[in-house]
């Protein structure tokens, strides 16, 4: 008696489970009804990317509404520089007097230095080294190149902007994780501190390099000896 009673009750629910889900309305269909929710689904709201009348009032720097950064993609991939070399950064201003060992270290604001110095430590010290002399954790790895060399000092603030967005050789792009235009040209500020600090790096054999000033050599230049 208490199996056919049992049974009966789950034959029950499981006709009552079939009827609330198959049977009867979806409360979707129903909103209209309720006057709280007839009033939220046809408020009058303002899609803020409806057109471009509606006033937009987003943090500075979160939305771009002026047609954001160019893009030369196509160009640096092709291997043409000029709009890369073509670039200033907005804070190499008032640099300071020239280095003999090397590109002169703008002077710019104490907080931008900060980020170019945090950024190039988080980003770009694991491949080029804490000093940019490419002896950082997986440099030798990778074939990280030293940013010390003549070659990378002869380099335009531009050039190293694009390369740190865009990528070139080993170093994959990092404009998806530096994506602020300000934090990319910081790192390039820190690098030529980096540069400006660091020892001139040696000549090549049968560079023509300046002589030090004395008595029989002023002002002249010799070749270093192969």
């Known amino acids: 008696m208490r199996r056919k009673a049992l049974l009966a009750v789950v034959l029950l629910c499981s006709g009552a489970c079939d009827f609330y889900y198959y049977r009867l309305p979806s409360?979707?269909?129903?909103?209209?009804?309720?006057?709280?929710?007839?009033?939220?689904?046809?408020?009058?709201?303002?899609?803020?990317?409806?057109?471009?009348?509606?006033?937009?009032?987003?943090?500075?720097?979160?939305?771009?509404?002026?047609?954001?950064?160019?893009?030369?993609?196509?160009?640096?991939?092709?291997g043409k520089t000029t709009t890369a070399n073509a670039l200033k950064s907005p804070f190499a201003i008032g640099a300071a007097a020239a280095s003999s060992a090397g590109p002169s270290a703008p002077t710019i604001p104490r907080e931008v230095e900060a980020a170019g110095d945090t950024l190039y430590q988080n980003f770009c010290s694991v491949c080029h080294g804490p000093t940019g002399n490419a002896d950082g954790t997986v440099s030798r790895q990778i074939g990280a190149p030293s940013l010390l060399t003549a070659r990378a000092r002869a380099y335009s603030d531009g050039y190293i902007y694009s390369i740190i967005r865009y990528g070139r050789s080993v170093m994959p792009r990092y404009g998806d994780k530096v994506y602020a235009p300000a934090d990319r040209w910081a790192i390039v500020n820190h690098v030529r501190k980096l540069q400006a600090h660091a020892p001139p790096p040696p000549a090549a054999p049968g560079t023509a390099v300046p002589l030090p000033p004395g008595p029989s050599a002023t002002g002249s230049t010799a070749a270093v000896p192969r």
């Not at 009033?39 to 006033?55: D, N």
């Open 27 to 78: 409360p979707d269909d129903l909103w209209h009804v309720i006057p709280w929710f007839d009033h939220m689904i046809h408020a009058r709201y303002i899609r803020p990317y409806e057109t471009q009348w509606v006033p937009r009032y987003s943090p500075e720097g979160s939305v771009p509404v002026s047609g954001g950064e160019p893009d030369w993609s196509a160009e640096w991939i092709s």
